[in-house]
């Protein structure tokens, strides 16, 4: 009997799966003696995930909105940068292949924790910034782990998540000094004779877009938020985050496109909240106003609010409408629709429902059209009705 990963990973990961977890669960590179990976078997376990795009779109593009309305409704700041290098996060966690990889627990993307985040901030304050400790304490709470010490910071951070899907790449490490590393009495010196050590590890391709949160904990803290704002754009510009930012990894700079089209998609989607939001009422106001009329009462008093007939002349007298609402009059009477029906003729034609014939002038020519006479003629006909 084989155990459960293995089945697993012989059936490899499908389009719209959990990366993250079929990468940290399901590694089966191993060797044949059992006893670990060989360096082939991590790079091919690290490839297996690489080449193709990695996170479900929908499912990010549904996360930064939660985002932005959580940050909307505390006066938090909505955040993208891109990244300029490539990024490695998680490293020092454990896995298989020796080198961890930090994955978004339900999303199954790369991702920088919030923790990790504020750690970033608050290194680039206190050592570059010259922030000093009480507005470090304030902003990011104290470092003691002890209660009667314990204070909460003014800005919460949220974790980085990818703004879209993001391509994965195998990087590798050389380190050419191993036994002087791994020597804790400090007799080995770190010479050329030493065997180089590559290592395979994942890395997220430069270029991809990251949506980062800052929202103050209180509504006093909101200028708070705005100082970490600028220190989170500084840092990140020139520190980096993640793993080995030492050697250039990790740089991230504004992501002006992106915030530019997520702003474009929240008002799109904000007109179409406030469209929903007025269609109601009017269905409200409509159920309100036809209560206890017919249902073909409420369906032409439903087409004039919706069409505008009242106010727009031209959209009620056009071919064919009046002449649709008559033929279904005539088939079915209802005296209520027929009362409002009129009503609405009589708005935009005066007089005409009173004389379809009247005339005017020397040589006695008709008020209306021959149209309009048509109208009245068939109109009248009907039972009548009240408003």
């Known amino acids: 009997m084989r155990p459960l990963y293995q089945e697993a990973a012989e059936a490899r990961l499908e389009d719209g799966g959990n990366t993250g977890l079929w990468y940290d669960k399901f590694c089966d590179r191993w060797k044949d003696d059992f006893s670990g990976l060989g360096d082939e078997g991590k790079k091919s376990w690290i490839t297996e995930v690489t080449g ?101 910071g003014s800005v919460v951070f949220l974790d980085a998540i990818p703004s879209a899907p993001v391509r994965l790449k195998a990087d590798i490490m050389t380190p050419h000094y191993g036994p ?64 080995k930012t030492a050697v250039g990894y990790g740089r991230f700079a504004q992501d002006v496109s992106a915030q530019q089209k997520f702003e474009k998609e929240e008002e799109a989607r904000l007109e179409e909240q406030r469209a929903r939001q007025e269609e109601e009422q009017r269905r409200q106001e409509i159920e309100a106003l036809t209560a206890g009329k017919s249902e073909l009462y409420r369906e032409l008093y439903e087409a004039s609010v919706k069409e505008n007939w009242r106010e727009d002349r031209e959209a009620f007298v056009r071919e064919g409408v009046i002449e649709g609402w008559l033929e279904r009059l005539e088939a079915d009477p209802q005296p209520d629709a027929t009362g409002y029906l009129r009503e609405l003729v009589e708005l935009h034609f005066k007089g005409l429902l009173q004389n379809p014939e009247a005339r005017k002038g020397k040589k006695q020519r008709p008020v209306y059209s021959q149209r309009q006479r048509n109208l009245a003629r068939r109109m009248l006909r009907l039972p009548e009705g009240t408003e």
């Open 180 to 243: 002087y590393y791994q020597d804790d009495t400090g007799r080995t010196p770190p010479a050329d004779w030493h065997s180089p050590n590559p290592i395979p590890f994942l890395a997220v391709e430069a270029g991809a877009s990251f949506v980062f949160g800052v929202l103050p904990r209180c509504k006093e803290h909101v200028a708070d938020c705005q100082k970490v704002r600028a220190w989170l754009e500084e840092a990140l510009e020139w520190t980096g985050a993640g793993a």
């Open 52 to 152: 193709n795009k990695c996170g479900d779109e929908r499912l990010l593009q549904r996360t930064k909105e939660r985002m932005a309305r959580l940050l909307e409704s505390a006066d938090g700041e909505l955040l993208f940068y891109k990244l300029e290098s490539d990024f490695v996060t998680g490293l020092g966690r454990q896995h298989p292949v020796e080198n961890g990889f930090a994955w978004h627990p339900t999303l199954g993307t790369p991702y920088l924790p919030g923790s990790s985040v504020k750690g970033v901030v608050r290194a680039w304050a206190a050592q570059w910034d010259g922030a000093d400790e009480a507005t470090l304490k304030r902003i990011f709470g104290s470092e003691s782990k002890k209660v009667e010490n314990f204070q909460a």
